[in-house]
């Protein structure tokens, strides 16, 4: 089912995070972070739009990272009910990403970035505030290709020191797949 991003201001801060990949090695937001700037994508296996936008999401992943941008990718899906979203399954997905993948098995994260689907995505400046919650562009599958346009814009005006473009569009995805009980009002 589609969902968009919920808003978030600009300026909040990155909830922490220690978070395992999919073989079990924890890593913390600390260690995740880039010198200048981090983005925390929620993602998932399944996706169609996650699908569409990845091989876009890796290429801008190298292209920022000798600007000092890091990509932290988790998912937080139930792999109870989603049998792609397990921690074996996210290991295999994460041998092809030049970034972490990391398992969100409880939810928590997910919940403390008030993350609704995937792609969620947060680009967060060096001292970990919150720079752009947005699209990942106006694609979608099966309309259009993904560019990254709407991030990349966000990220270049972060390290041009500058605030991400008004107005910030919401991220358009499938909806976190929730535990039973748990999702967020």
Not at 48 to 53: A, K, T
Not at 86 to 114: G, H, M
Not at 147 to 167: F, I, N, S, V, Y
């Amino acid at each position: 089912m589609a969902a968009n991003s919920r808003p978030v201001d600009t300026g909040s801060a990155a909830p922490d995070f220690a978070l395992p990949d999919g073989e079990g090695r924890v890593l913390r937001l600390s260690e995740a972070r880039g010198s200048v700037g981090t983005l925390v994508a929620f993602i998932c296996n399944h996706c169609p739009y996650v699908l569409h936008m990845r091989a876009e999401l890796v290429r801008y992943a190298q292209d920022f990272a000798a600007n000092g941008i890091k990509v932290v990718a988790i998912n937080p899906n139930d792999p109870g009910a989603y049998p792609d979203e397990t921690p074996q399954r996210i290991a295999e997905v994460a041998r092809t990403l030049p970034f972490p993948y990391l398992v969100d098995a409880s939810q928590d994260v997910a919940r403390a970035y008030d993350a609704a689907c995937t792609p969620d995505l947060y680009l967060y400046d060096s001292g970990m505030r919150l720079h752009y919650h947005g699209r990942f562009d106006s694609s979608r599958p099966n309309a259009g290709v993904a560019t990254g346009e709407d991030l990349r814009a966000a990220t270049w005006r972060l390290l041009g020191g500058q605030p991400a473009a008004e107005p910030q569009h919401a991220s358009v995805g499938c909806s976190i797949k929730w535990k039973p009980g748990t999702a967020p009002q």
